[in-house]
């Protein structure tokens, strides 16, 4: 299993924690020993599995939009984006559990020619006014055929979102745009011509899962 590089430290950190306090249990309170075992090595590895990051077959078709996050599809619609676009948008937003993988990926290449990390609630990412209300960053990626938006949304327990875009610079489609912590979610906005391939309950993988041609 490959770990995310954002995770090494704090598992490595987590590791050395549970390791002392079954010792102290081991000489202290032998009897709970097996228990205590058990409970501290289950939070260990579910960490672990959080912080995974498994190799993917990359797409890099110019007429393909990407998923940009793995989870599953919990809208798709017409929406109004006012932070950059300022006009109606086809949203597609996919929630992440803390079971998912939380890389997130590049939909398309291109120039990045916004960036803009914002603070806020920590309302569940499913909610309607996560978009706006949450902690969240907003990434504008364009190039000769689509301008898209995508949004990382903080959830309840995310506290942290990490982002590797840098403004002007240019991005390959399915490259890492960067990481979120726990229960999440992450909005595309796109034409609202646009075709999407998926449905809502779909289950998507960031890199790999195309959500539709561009027209």
């Known amino acids: 299993m490959r770990i995310h590089k954002e995770g090494r430290f704090f598992l490595g950190m987590l590791f050395v924690s549970v390791v002392v306090i079954n010792i102290f249990i081991f000489y202290l309170l032998s009897s709970i020993f097996l228990i205590s075992s058990i409970l501290t090595f289950s939070v260990f590895l579910f960490f672990l599995q959080f912080f995974r990051s498994p190799k993917?077959?990359?797409?890099?078709?110019?007429?393909?939009?990407?998923s940009p996050a793995n989870g599953k599809v919990v809208f798709i619609g017409?929406?109004?984006?006012?932070?950059?676009?300022k006009e109606k948008?086809?949203?597609?937003?996919?929630?992440?559990?803390?079971f998912d993988v939380h890389v997130n990926r590049?939909?398309?290449?291109?120039?990045?020619?916004?960036?803009?990390?914002?603070?806020g609630k920590y309302l569940v990412a499913w909610h309607p006014k996560?978009?706006?209300?949450?902690?969240?960053?907003?990434?504008?990626?364009?190039?000769?055929n689509i301008t898209i938006l995508v949004r990382q949304i903080a959830g309840l327990v995310a506290r942290r979102i990490i982002n590797y875009s840098k403004l002007n610079s240019s991005v390959k489609q399915s490259d890492q745009l960067g990481f979120i912590k726990f229960g999440s979610r992450a909005d595309i906005f796109l034409p609202l011509d646009f075709k999407p391939k998926i449905k809502v309950d779909q289950t998507t993988?960031?890199?790999?899962?195309?959500?539709?041609?561009?027209?």
């Open 78 to 85: 017409e929406s109004y984006e006012g932070e950059y676009f």
């Open 205 to 215: 993988i960031a890199g790999v899962t195309e959500l539709g041609i561009i027209n």
């Open 56 to 66: 993917i077959d990359k797409r890099d078709k110019e007429n393909c939009i990407i």
């Open 106 to 119: 590049y939909p398309i290449s291109g120039k990045i020619n916004y960036y803009q990390y914002h603070k």
């Open 130 to 144: 996560s978009s706006t209300k949450n902690e969240r960053t907003t990434t504008v990626i364009e190039n000769k």
């Open 89 to 98: 948008k086809l949203q597609i937003s996919i929630f992440m559990s803390p």
